[in-house]
């Protein structure tokens, strides 16, 4: 038997995601893009001569405990860089330690604008994935494009997440010159919306902008269904992270949502490798509905490589140097497209307004609308 391989003998990563609860499938997602990467990484020899390593910790989508298990996997677990889930208050909670403690922090869900626009000096904050700001003017563009919306009412998650968006949706409803009919919130075990949309609906909005992972944004479509209000509802992504059909009804296939990638229709030479490796790694892979949310897959696979790429760059597993490695990343021809000086000091997102696509649930599949 091969001896087993000592700590000194890996590089490890991390990752701090919803791992249980209602947004578990985020977790599982990302888990999967992550250790596809790695095997094709180690394949080919690795990084620096060593293999990578995965080390995972449950943030249970609480900022706190997503907190501890950053310090653990950095202090204990001596990381040399760590991916992000899908909550953006886990997230910004993480930020301050990540750049104290110089260890690379790479988002691949959490979209909140200040993630990675957090104003320190030196950013250890990368990130592979939406992010809200430019979300938003997407989202508005897309549907005035579609709906001819002219007043938008929002809906949001009250957290950090709900208030960046807020912030994005009235200055894209600005910069088009469009009055907002209202700004509503409300909490992640509420189940009952029916009055905030009420107010919603006796203010003209003519479009639902909703902002909330996957149980809430349920209860939403839910809360439409029994006021018998058929209006247009334009998602970020949240309802991607979990069971959103399952719990939302048959209405919750009418809600448009922005995604990054999708393994649906026609895809790249990269895409179909990348799926046939997901169904030889997990079994339990047998249609296109088993590998939602794909955004979780394709945003941690191509962030995984291109960490690999700065610990290449760096030639070392300094936290410093790994992070000037993502600045010289030349190109990298990933999942959702090509990168071409993916990373600067001046804008730490790899993924623009260009590269997002809107979808929609058929059943337990994510498909592009179109």
């Known amino acids: ?37 790695i095997g094709e990484i180690n394949a080919a020899g690795g990084v620096l001569g060593k293999k990578i390593e995965l080390v995972r910790r449950d943030d249970e989508s609480n900022p706190a405990k997503g907190v501890l298990a950053a310090r653990e996997l950095v202090q204990k677990e001596k990381v040399v860089a760590f991916f992000g889930g899908i909550d953006t208050p886990v997230s910004l909670a993480i ?29 250890y904050v990368f990130r592979v994935s939406a992010v809200d700001q430019l979300v938003d003017g997407a989202m508005l563009d897309y549907a005035i494009k579609k709906y001819k919306t002219a007043k938008p009412g929002l809906m949001l998650i009250n957290n950090p997440w709900g208030e960046s968006n807020e912030k994005g949706l009235k200055d894209a409803s600005e910069a088009h010159k469009l009055t907002l009919a209202g700004a509503e919130k409300f909490d992640n075990a509420d189940v009952d ?27 939403v479509v ?74 979780g897959i394709a945003n941690a696979y191509d962030a995984m490589h291109m960490v690999a790429l700065a610990i290449a760059k760096a030639g070392t597993t300094d936290g410093p140097a790994v992070r000037k490695g993502f600045y010289d990343i030349g190109s990298y021809d990933g999942l959702i497209k090509r990168y071409n000086k993916p990373f600067s000091p001046e804008n730490q997102d790899a993924l623009g307004k260009d590269d997002y696509i809107f979808t929609h649930f058929q059943g337990a599949e994510i498909v592009p609308v179109n």
């Open 222 to 295: 839910k809360s439409l269904d029994r006021m018998g209000w058929n209006v247009p509802v334009v998602s970020h992504w949240g309802p991607a992270g979990g069971r959103f059909t399952e719990l939302g009804g048959p209405s919750a296939e009418k809600v448009d949502m922005v995604q990054t990638f999708s393994f649906s229709g026609k895809l790249s030479p990269k895409g179909e490798a990348v799926l046939a490796a997901l169904k030889s790694k997990y079994p339990q892979i047998s249609s296109l509905a088993d590998v939602t949310p794909a955004v």
């Open 193 to 219: 919306m029916v009055p905030q949309l009420t107010r919603l609906k006796d203010a003209g909005a003519d479009t639902i902008f909703l902002v909330a992972n996957v149980q809430p944004a349920a209860q």
């Open 1 to 37: 038997m091969a001896a087993p391989l000592r700590a000194e003998d890996t590089i490890k990563v991390g990752l701090v995601a919803a791992l249980s609860g209602q947004s578990a499938k985020s977790g599982e997602a990302v888990t999967r893009g992550l250790e596809v990467a």
């Open 95 to 123: 930020v301050p330690f990540a750049n104290q403690a110089k260890v690379p922090f790479i988002s691949v869900w959490a979209a909140g604008t200040g993630i990675t626009r957090n104003g320190a000096a030196e950013n």
